[in-house]
C-alpha cells in the first residue's frame, strides 16, 4: 500500500531549445501532477539532465513518476532499464500517459519489458542491415570507409613552415596529441622539436 504522503510527479523534456513543453506539461497537469521538472536537452544519456536527477534524487516509496511518452525519458533501452532499476529498488512507479505502461500494474510491467524487447530487436536488425550494406557497397568497391579527420599532410606542411604542436594543434581544431601522432613524436617530448 502506498505511503499516505506518495505523489505524482511529472517528467518533461525535448531534444532542443527551439521546441516546446507546453503540451507535455499540460498532460501531465491533466494526469494529476503537482511538481513537473522540465528540460531542454538530448535524451540519449543521463548525462547533464540536472532536471531527471533532481527528480531521481527526490522521489521517495509509493511515488509515481509520470510522463508523457517513454522516449521522453530514454533513447535508449540501456538507460531505461537504468532507470526503471532505480526507480523499482526505491518502490517508485513509473507511468505513462500516451502509452499502457505503468509499472504499478502487471499489465504495465509486461508492456514496458515487449517495448524495451523490441526496441533492441529493431537496433540489431539495423545494425545487421547496416553491416550487409557495407559488406555489399565493399564488394562493389565504392565503400571507402570514413574520411580522416586528421589531415596528416596538413599538420606536416605547418610543421615545415615552423608552427609548434600546439599552434597547429589550435589552427586545425584538433587535440595536441593528434598533431604529435600525425608527426610520429610521442607526446611526452618537450622542447623546441615537439612544442
Known amino acids: 500500500m502506498s505511503p499516505p504522503d506518495a ?11 527551439d521546441q516546446d513543453l507546453t503540451l507535455q506539461r499540460e498532460a501531465l497537469i491533466r494526469a494529476g501532477c503537482t511538481t513537473i521538472r522540465e528540460e531542454k536537452i538530448t535524451g540519449t544519456t543521463r548525462e547533464g539532465r540536472k532536471e531527471l536527477r533532481i527528480l531521481m534524487d527526490f522521489l521517495r516509496s509509493g511515488d509515481t513518476l509520470v510522463i508523457t511518452r517513454i522516449d521522453r525519458l530514454a533513447r535508449s533501452v540501456g538507460d531505461l532499464e537504468d532507470i526503471v532499476r532505480e526507480l523499482q529498488a526505491k518502490g517508485v512507479a513509473l507511468k505513462a500517459t500516451e502509452q499502457p505502461i505503468d509499472t504499478g500494474t502487471a499489465a504495465g510491467k509486461a508492456f514496458l519489458a515487449m517495448l524495451a524487447v523490441f526496441a533492441e530487436f529493431e537496433t540489431n536488425l539495423r545494425k545487421e ?21 586528421i589531415d596528416a599532410g596538413k599538420i606536416a606542411q605547418l610543421r615545415r613552415e615552423g608552427l609548434g604542436a600546439s599552434e597547429i594543434a589550435k589552427m586545425l581544431g584538433i587535440a595536441r596529441a ?18
Open 7 to 17: 505523489r505524482l510527479y511529472g517528467y518533461a523534456r525535448v531534444s532542443t531549445t
Open 129 to 149: 542491415r547496416q553491416v550487409e550494406g557495407i559488406t555489399r557497397a565493399k564488394a562493389a568497391g565504392v565503400y571507402k570507409g570514413r574520411k580522416p579527420s
Open 178 to 195: 593528434s598533431v604529435y601522432r600525425a608527426l610520429g613524436v610521442p607526446p611526452t617530448v618537450t622542447g623546441n622539436a615537439a612544442s
